[in-house]
């Protein structure tokens, strides 16, 4: 099935996937212009009324952007959206989704038709993330358009299937967009992606260590100076699993190598966006930094996976 026009003009197959707290219209405008997807959560944005400031910021930008480059339009930007029930903003969040007309609205945490729908009246398209596929059958049987396949290894909330499981058993059934995530942090990852079945890679711990992202200084150098074996997997901190920087557990003065079980009742997200403990003090990335070592342009890291990816692809003609 040919990909809808919004994935389609893109100078590489990415997302930039929507990091808490980190995501803001700096890097999504950043990322748009360099070309790929960029997006954010709607939570990010507090308190509530500056959603539309930001919506308004982002959407003149690329708009100007445009007639300024009219060879090299930017890509389309998405907004996350937590769809789970202890969402109380996600109503708020949508009316001002469908003011802009957004053109991606990436959904998580819960299948909900009448979101879809929603995004559907004014023209967007839906992409749900999943872990597993039960998750996925639910996603599509509710109208969403495609989904993002969070593999294990993948920042923040992560599955625990192997990527080429995931994408090998969707493809299956589904042939309506896959943007596969976990551990993508090259270009050549992002062909490898493709080559199992994928359409696009979903990068989000690379693009914290941008100079455009919101997070602290030491968030940045310490993805830097890391690498996969300094990721920890744990429910602990959100209810849900995932994986954070080993060096941030340590700081908040607890062990990594034994940490308790959380609890899945204490899930709030909207809590979490407001400045809990965790994504503000607790690192949530992926494994797949071990490619970073140095903080630069979001523009200069999307030019560097370019690059890896024209030259894998060179590579596999000339073989």
């Known amino acids: 099935m040919p990909l809808p026009s919004a994935l389609s003009r893109l100078r590489l ?34 308190p509530a009324a500056q959603l539309d400031e930001w919506l308004a910021e982002i959407t003149e930008a690329l708009a100007a952007w445009d007639r300024a ?20 903003r996600l109503e708020h969040d949508m009316a001002l989704c469908a003011k802009y007309r957004v053109p991606i609205v990436i959904t998580s945490l819960g299948a909900r038709p009448e979101v879809n729908q929603a995004v559907h009246s004014w023209g ?7 872990i597993n596929q039960p998750f996925a059958h639910k996603a599509v049987e509710k109208g969403a358009d495609g989904l993002i396949l969070v593999a ?7 599955g625990t299937q192997s990527p080429f499981a995931l994408v090998q058993e969707t493809r299956r059934w589904f042939d309506g967009p896959v943007v596969l995530s976990g551990a993508i942090a090259r270009g050549d990852a992002v062909l490898a992606a493709q080559a199992m079945g994928a359409d696009l ?11 455009e992202a919101r997070a602290v200084d030491a968030y940045k150098q310490m993805i830097v100076d890391s690498a996969a074996q300094d990721i920890v997997y744990s429910n ?6 995932g994986n954070y920087l080993r060096g941030s557990i340590a700081a908040a003065g607890m062990d990594p190598e034994h940490l308790p079980e959380g609890d899945p009742a204490t899930m709030d997200f909207a809590a979490l966006a ?4 965790a994504w503000k003090d607790i690192w949530g990335c992926g494994q797949g930094i071990g490619a970073v070592d140095a903080v630069v ?22 073989g």
Not at 201 to 211: E, L, N, V
Not at 236 to 241: D, K, P, W
């Open 274 to 277: 407001h400045g809990a403990k």
């Open 297 to 318: 342009p979001a523009a200069e890291l999307v030019a560097r996976l370019d690059r890896e990816y024209r030259a894998a692809r060179q590579r596999l003609c000339a």
């Open 152 to 158: 294990t290894g993948a920042g923040g909330h992560a």
């Open 236 to 241: 602990l901190f959100t209810g849900v699993h």
């Open 124 to 130: 967007g398209i839906v992409l749900h993330d999943v």
């Open 13 to 46: 197959p990415i997302i930039g996937s929507p990091l808490f707290i980190i995501s803001n219209p700096r890097l999504v405008i950043a990322q748009c212009t360099a070309g790929i997807v960029g997006s954010f959560p709607a939570l990010n944005a507090r």
């Open 201 to 211: 890679a979903y990068i989000g711990s690379a693009f914290i260590a941008t100079d």
């Open 69 to 88: 480059h009219p060879d090299q339009p930017a890509a389309p930007f998405a907004v996350n959206q937590i769809v789970h029930r202890s969402n109380d």
